[in-house]
């Protein structure tokens, strides 16, 4: 469900999630906010959802998302809750204390993730999260999900604009984790400016230098969305997001069990190969997230079809942006 009306979530949907090595509901919420405080990245149109008001009028927008959540989904459905906003769940500035901390409450009991920027993870805000969620009968299940990107701070600083360097990450990682909290990465396969190759080394090497200092790993192969950078150099055919080839290989050289959900999968702004063989290949990496089987990833890869040696020869043949490095 995609929603415009401003008494209803972006997006609010239930699928699955894997869990202790079983698939439980999930439910994933994209709330309206005050909107992301950074509002940079390159590759990101969801900072363009941001409500233009004040703190009181904020707050009634969110409550009445949250509203509508509980009717439309009561409860006894799902085990997990994922929420995001266009930035960070944890911005007070975006998402008013009061109203986060009723969100949270209104899932007491559930194992909830919420998306943040890292400077946001402080110990107060985690610390109120877990007793928002705390039932008084069993351990709390509360995470932060961060996007960090790469673990390259050159990568993440040239190609994203993220904002934020890996010690800032680490840092987040150890306040969570301080106060009982769990910590989810997220990777993005292929920002701007990289090539086939380095994008799939990019992505090993994060994931070899993030499993220490996160419970869970989750690569976004990145996509082109309305209103970016990314789009820009997409018309311009600057930019070609990843081959599924690539977000399989990626996915199987990782020295850990990596998530990934292709979201536009096989279309011309999402990950793609040829248009012959995309959804058997997107098929396979949701079933490999959701099993967590990695002989899936092999299988995947020996998959037959005509666009292999394109991309072979992409990855041979293709040579790294010159671009300057100072202003
Ligand atoms: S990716 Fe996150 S931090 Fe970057 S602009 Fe989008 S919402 Fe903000
Ligand atoms: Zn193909």
């Not at 997990?80 to 209104?106: A, C, M, N």
């Not at 069990?257 to 098929?283: E, K, M």
């Not at 490999?288 to 991309?311: F, H, I, N, P, T």
Request: proline share 6%; aromatic share 8%; net charge negative.
């Amino acid at each position: 469900m995609v929603s415009c009306r401003p008494e209803r979530p972006v997006a609010a949907w239930i699928d699955g999630e894997r869990l202790e090595n079983e698939v439980v509901p999930s439910l994933t919420l994209i709330l309206k906010s005050g909107g992301c405080g950074w509002n940079r990245c390159l590759m990101c149109g969801y900072r363009h959802f941001r409500y233009l008001g004040d703190a009181a009028s904020l707050t009634a927008l969110i409550r009445s998302q949250l509203r509508w959540v509980s009717e439309r989904f009561p409860g006894q459905e799902y085990r997990v809750v994922k929420v995001f906003t266009s930035g960070s769940l944890l911005d007070p500035r975006e998402v008013p204390v009061e109203v986060r901390r009723e969100i949270l409450s209104s899932f007491r009991g559930k194992r909830v993730i919420v998306e943040t920027r890292p400077e946001f993870v402080t110990d107060d805000a985690v610390r109120e999260c877990m007793e928002d969620l705390d039932t008084g009968s069993g351990p709390v299940s509360f995470s932060v999900a961060i996007g960090l990107e790469t673990s390259d701070d050159g990568i993440r600083e040239k190609c994203v604009d993220k904002g934020f360097s890996f010690g800032d990450f680490l840092a987040a990682s150890r306040t969570a984790r301080r106060a009982g909290a769990g910590v989810k990465a997220y990777l993005l396969q292929k920002p701007p400016y990289l090539t086939e190759r380095e994008a799939i080394e990019d992505v090993i090497r994060s994931v070899h230098d993030v499993r220490p200092h996160a419970d869970a790993i989750s690569l976004n192969p990145c996509t082109v969305q309305k209103g970016t950078e990314v789009e820009r150099l997409w018309r311009t055919r600057a930019y070609r997001p990843p081959y599924l080839w690539s977000v399989i290989l990626a996915l199987s050289k990782a020295e850990e069990t990596v998530i990934c959900d292709p979201v536009g999968g096989g279309t011309p702004r999402g990950p793609h190969n040829c248009a012959s063989c995309d959804c058997d290949l997107v098929r396979g990496i949701k079933d490999y997230s959701l099993s967590g089987d990695r002989s899936l990833l092999e299988a995947l890869l020996a998959v037959d079809c005509r666009c292999k040696e394109e991309w072979e020869f992409v990855l041979g043949e293709e040579r790294p942006w010159c671009m300057p490095l100072t202003g």
